[in-house]
């Protein structure tokens, strides 16, 4: 039962939230909620490893629904200055911050696997894969620009 937890979890963090907070990042609440990226990334990191460290106990033992529950809703904190309008990183940073996000978020689902989890944590590895999708989506997207730019200043110097 953990497994379909943490799929759904993952699919969540990685799917489900980014899409919300895109749809509707103009909105008010969000620029009321946004915080710098030097606060939501680690603390979302330190979040998300103890929720998934739950994990790791007796199979009689089910880990608790709150931290799926917590992890889901500090995903927005974490996707604000990516997706959000107050506190936005640049393109640059955005890539840096979600190509260093994707494997840092799987340390606690590869120590899931090391202590004999290998189902849980292949889950949320997979489950987590369309952060490192959106790192080359928003990466592609900011070399594309780059290049409008230097071949509009070309044409127009």
Do not use: K, N
């Not at 909620?33 to 603390?43: H, N, Q, R, V, Y």
């Not at 608790?64 to 995903?75: D, I, L, M």
């Amino acid at each position: 039962m953990h497994v379909w937890r943490m799929a759904a979890t993952g699919l969540a963090v990685s799917v489900l939230v980014p899409g919300l907070v895109h749809a509707t990042r103009r909105s008010a609440l969000w620029r009321r909620l946004a915080l710098p990226w030097g606060i939501c990334f680690p603390g979302f990191v330190l979040l998300h490893g103890a929720a998934v460290l739950t994990h790791i106990r007796p199979a009689a033992v089910p880990a608790p629904v709150w931290a799926e529950v917590a992890v889901v809703g500090a995903a927005v904190w974490f996707w604000l200055p990516v997706l959000g309008v107050r506190h936005r990183l640049t393109d640059p940073g955005r890539c840096a911050y979600l190509f260093l996000a994707g494997p840092v978020l799987d340390l606690p689902a590869v120590l899931l696997i090391a202590t004999g989890d290998s189902a849980g944590g292949l889950v949320m590895i997979v489950a987590m894969l369309p952060i490192g999708l959106l790192a080359t989506v928003v990466t592609w997207r900011w070399i594309t620009a780059e290049e409008r730019q230097a071949r509009a200043r070309a044409a127009h110097p």
